[in-house]
T-cell receptor, first 111, second 114 residues
Framework: DGGITQSPKYLFRKEGQNVTLSCEQN?????MYWYRQDPGQGLRLIYY???????QKGDIAEGYSVSREKKESFPLTVTSAQKNPTAFYLC??????????FGPGTRLTVL | AQSVTQLGSHVSVSEGALVLLRCNYS??????LFWYVQYPNQGLQLLLK??????LVKGINGFEAEFKKSETSFHLTKPSAHMSDAAEYFC????????????FGTGTRLLVSP
């Protein structure tokens, strides 16, 4: 089945640690996205990538980094510079249209 | 810049009642509009979309929405609520030119009581 997988589903981080969230898609989509979701704030765009080896900052990129070395993979690193990283993180992809398909999400909690 | 406003962070209905979730957008060009549904601790699932053509759009699970350009609205309706409809609903808009990023509303949580 084609789709988007995110791992892990739950992630716990100590303050000061970097963590990497995985996002993989087998839909052959060119574009991939990372969103952060907080209660009452909807989804906010962190980074997006239109093609391999290229990515752009979204609205809230500070404290995050990404890479896009393969078409199917778009990992997100939450760095220690992100002061409030506890949130639900969603990965999405699209292919030449505005319609985005979403993964199941990763819930990150800072201890 | 385009934006989306969803009126009401929470909407409560009884099972069998009409569901109406409101979405208004601002855009300087004809938009593409979407409704997504999210169940707890899950990703977003597409309910329906408007791109061009017919302004009344039918989606999954008995939902539909009507694009009203004059009112800049794209409200989501369902004639009869079911307990399984309890979830959070997001309206999103994008421009139909250039690379399309989605702008999301803040979401409306639908509560369905027996």
């Amino acid at each position: 089945d084609g789709g988007i997988t995110q791992s892990p589903k739950y992630l716990f981080r100590k303050e000061g640690q970097n963590v990497t969230l995985s996002c993989e898609q087998n839909l052959n989509h060119d574009a991939m996205y990372w969103y952060r979701q907080d209660p009452g704030q909807g989804l906010r765009l962190i980074y997006y990538s239109q093609i391999v080896n290229d990515f752009q900052k979204g609205d809230i990129a500070e404290g995050y980094s990404v890479s896009r070395e393969k078409k199917e993979s778009f990992p997100l690193t939450v760095t220690s510079a992100q002061k409030n990283p506890t949130a639900f993180y969603l990965c999405a992809s699209s292919m030449g249209t505005p319609l985005q398909f979403f993964g199941p999400g990763t819930r990150l909690t800072v201890l | 810049a385009q934006s989306v406003t969803q009126l009401g962070s929470h909407v409560s209905v009884s099972e069998g009642a009409l569901v109406l979730l409101r979405c208004n957008y601002s855009s300087s060009v004809p938009p593409y509009l979407f409704w997504y549904v999210q169940y707890p601790n899950q990703g977003l699932q597409l309910l329906l979309k408007y791109t061009t053509g017919a302004t009344l759009v039918k989606g999954i699970n008995g939902f539909e929405a009507e694009f009203k350009k004059s009112e800049t609205s794209f409200h989501l309706t369902k004639p009869s609520a079911h307990m399984s409809d309890a979830a959070e609903y997001f309206c999103a808009v994008t421009l139909n030119t250039g690379f399309q990023k989605l702008v999301f509303g803040t979401g409306t949580r639908l509560l369905v009581s027996p």
